[in-house]
């Protein structure tokens, strides 16, 4: 009879602790579902939310670039130790760029884009005295791209750059644009875009 309470007992110490392994095992698993889900619905640029963010960002910049067009508007630059006079147009419009979403091996910066848009550059020559630039009405015009990257950090785009490239370089004779004949000290297309223009005009879009 001892021994037979000895077996009742065993058992039913077993089937608690089965039953407890079973228990522990659902929890376990229905944790983990839930993590998941939360893991797969934060993702920054997975709805696409994000994405439709950069490109009103692009095509509002360039709105604002557009109406700052024109010889009227043209900026005095200085990169020391020159001067020199620039406004640039795109042409095609503020929906007109490609844009390229990559994702990165990086937790601060998971993401990074590339947008390239048609531009067209109009500045003067070079000058070592900032009368002479200011007089200068006669522009140059490259016609290239410009591209612009930004990273996704903090849960929004930053421009990380820009650089513009001429395929041609054309002035404006008898009424019309010509390639330009002779070699003339411009300031070099590839440079970043004027810092204080982009910061007004980033800030204009961006409020920062």
Known sequence: MFFAMTIDRITTFALSLGLCAIIASCSSTGGGKREEVQTDSSGPVASGDQEARLRGMVSEYIKISGQSGGE???KLIERKPYFYKEYSVYPEGPDA????IQEKESQTAPYSAVVKI???RFATKMYRKRDDAVSDNNFLRDTGSE???FEFRNGRWWRAGS????QKTEEYVNG???PAKEEVEQAVAA??????WWDRAWYSITGR
């Not at 760029?97 to 390229?100: A, C, D, R, S």
């Not at 440079?191 to 204080?196: A, I, K, P, V």
């Open 147 to 149: 591209t612009i990257t």
């Open 191 to 196: 440079e970043e875009q004027d810092s204080s």
């Open 97 to 100: 760029y490609t844009l390229e």
């Open 118 to 120: 048609d531009k067209q």
């Open 72 to 74: 009227g508007h043209a």
């Open 176 to 178: 019309e644009w010509v």
């Open 163 to 166: 650089l513009f490239v001429a």
